[in-house]
């Protein structure tokens, strides 16, 4: 008996590309004797929240982390923080955030920020890094009540610089959200596509920086503050381009630099003076920063 036997086709199934959907949810709330606690969490990989111990006399401190080493194209992830009546924290990123090369779809990043009355939060971030061909679309939300005070920022890296490699095109839209008791207050968006390296050596747009910031302080105190901000910028021998100003209730302070290093610095600089001056906090960051 004779069978006969013809090649088949392989009929495995294409893998399906893994998108990341990654959440991290986190609320405060002060007790009857003044202590803030953890009241919700929620965290879905990769992020994952960690909760070191702070030095005696600073705030509750928590990390957010993201396990897969940064973003590809169509991966998301958002983070929520609130801090309940009379709670205070300081939330920051344990590492820089990577947003690699993408072959058409956006990484997205998602940030919504709530203090209640008279409380105080600190949103930390580290360095966003774009990989040349790069797609970031993030989005920072912040709602603060009626005598509740914030101070959140963002870092963005144009390239991997350690490589000589710059963010040369894709893609990049930071958009900023303000509402003070819910009713919006100020907006920005920074959006750079396509020929990107032309647009940022262009003397009235980046001048060849290869990095900027962006950091908002809201509080019932903010307009007289634009001083104390002022103030600690100019106490700095630094390359790196500063500016602050006083924004609809919003206090804006802004960094640009040749030098990505320095500019990271700088900005630590001034969050250590800004939150001892603004809020009688110590002059220091979390120990994760310098590592």
Known sequence: MYAAISPSKDETPTPKPIIVDGRARLSFVADADGMTRLDDLFQRDPQRI??????????TQAVIVTTSGGLVGGDQISVEIETGEHAQA???AQAAEKIYRSAGADSQINVRLEAAPNSWLEYLPQETILFDGARLRRSTAIDVAEGGRLLAGEMM????LGHGEQFRFGSAHDGWEVSQNGH????????????IAAVTSKPACFNSAVAAATGVYIGVDAEQHLTTARDIFA???TTTLTGATFVNGVLVMRWLGRDAFALRNDFGAFWCAFRNQVAELPAALPRLWNM
């Open 184 to 195: 919006l207050v100020w907006a920005d968006a920074l959006h750079l596509k396509d020929d």
């Open 235 to 237: 106490a700095r021998d």
């Open 90 to 92: 300081l939330v920051m």
């Open 50 to 59: 960690l909760f070191p111990n702070p030095p005696k006399d600073d705030i």
């Open 157 to 160: 890296v144009f390239g991997r």
